[in-house]
């Protein structure tokens, strides 16, 4: 053979050797921050928190407006790796508190059980909160091939130690909560966790087999609260990041914006990291919070849904509204703003599907809708309801139907929490008597007058050696004006259900409720309705047996099954 041709086939062979060496499904890194509100990211509209990271993957992606997220933590992760509702798990209420001896049901096939089908690696860095009393509810046990992280809700950043004021004896629930593969981690000691996490993907990406799809799980601490009632440790960032926010003139606030800063950070670096591997045209990435933010001193911390109404762990929008986004090279349609109406179990189907599997054979049970082709293609909405939340010890329900939406809540947070709450207003904790707004705070309710230097993201040369056109993006607000003073008034949900108009009214200022008396009716129905399939919550109360003074100091399993 002559030699001109000899160089030719082997030139073929070692192309068709690289093609059969990547795979041909898609790369799913899943990114969820913890605690994100809604005015805490600039493509929403801050000019106070810099995102340039997270603002350059939503403008050159689909940025998700309709949006909806669970309340509060476990009930969103529940829902996110089983696409079913929390009430069809027995997930609806509260949070796992660290010594409860339950878990997401061992029943329920979850995110990466689907995806290992379908020959994905699969992998988990950061929160799990879905149980660990016994061994077979972590995340080793129930599909990841690896997890770097954390079992609980929250701890310290730098010492990784959780303590929980629900425990029986606070003193005894003070413990390291930190492991490898279920194996007890120590060394991560003084080692900030957001960056710990992404240093951890980074590894994952670098190390990946590219004949197998990843799937990447990054649920980040940040940017909760540390322990509680720690004082200056309550929120914690490392001081390159403070000193990025002179201008903000809450300490709390400036702590936070600083952790908001390391988790943009940390997604640029995933990004660029996939970038280095190769692998970023064939991957897909989804950004999502968990639940609206904790303000004006909720939770020990100090987000900003502004002009939202609410917190985390109410139904009001401020804190079911997500923030969120999608962004791939296979997208055929990306760089826009999709108004439809997505809940965050909506993504188990929808990525599924772009990663090929045979959606036939998915369980009619399943709450979520697939809706890949209306985000990557800007099909037309097919979800017209979204259940937020059915909560009987609270007495808290919330549902939205098409552009209406219908409160009730005798109880919790939702009754507790029901004004609108700008950074002005940080009272220190959750045993402050009055979190109301008063009258002269409308001339100051813009939080983005503590304005930030604009600054480049570091993924700009990535999207241009993609050959994505650099898109500067128009950032989703919501615009509502000052508060009325009827609005205060007009909607007590515990006394009787309210009802709002969320498309003209998304700040939730104007009650129909006297107005729309059908309207009301037909949703409280269809409320009654959605109950009489929920399951019964499967909490439980703490076992003492559960404590890190039981376990040498260590959170770990402690139920034999």
Known sequence: MPIHRFRCVAFLLLQLTAVSATSPRPNIVFILADDLGWNDVGFHGSEQVLTPNLDALAYDGVILENYYVQPICTPSRAALMTGRHPIHTGMQQNVIYSAEPYGLGLNEIIFPQYLKQIGYKTHIVGKWHLGFFAEQYTPIERGFDSHYGYYMGAEDYWVHIAGNAHEVSFNASWGLDFRRNGEVVKTAFGQYSTELFTTEAENIIASHNQSEPLFMYVAQQAVHSANPY???????????????????????????????????????????????KGILENTIICFSTDNGGPASGFDFNDASNWPLRGVKESLWEGGVRGTGFVWSPLMKTSGYTSPAMMQIFDFLPTLLKAAGYDMSKLSPDLDGIDQWEIISERKDAVRTEMLHNIDNTEGTRALRINEMKVVVSQGGSTRSWPLWY????????????????????????????????????????????????????????????????????????????????????????????????????????????????????????????????????????????
């Open 422 to 561: 700008s950074t002005d207003q940080f009272y220190g904790g959750y045993n402050h008597t009055d979190h109301s707004v008063s009258a002269d705070l409308s001339a100051k309710w813009d939080i983005d007058s503590e304005v930030a230097p604009r600054v480049n993201s570091d993924l700009t040369s990535v999207l241009r050696n993609l050959g994505r056109p650099l898109r500067s993006g128009t950032p989703l607000k919501i615009h509502c004006g000052p508060v009325p003073p009827s609005a205060r008034g007009s909607c007590d949900v515990g006394k009787k259900p309210c009802l709002f108009n969320i498309t003209a009214d998304p700040c939730e200022f104007h009650n129909l409720a006297d107005e729309r008396p059908d309207m009301l009716s037909t949703m409280l129905d269809r409320l009654d309705q959605y109950q009489s399939t929920a399951v019964a919550p499967r909490n439980k109360p703490v076992d003492p047996n559960g404590l890190p003074s039981k376990h040498g100091g260590i959170w770990e399993p402690w139920i034999k099954l």
């Open 230 to 276: 720690t004082g200056d440790a309550e929120l914690e960032a490392p001081f390159k990041y403070y000193e990025k926010f002179p201008h903000i003139k809450n300490e709390k606030r400036r702590k936070f914006a600083a952790m908001v800063s390391a988790l943009d950070d940390s997604v640029g670096n995933i990004t660029k990291a996939l970038h280095a």
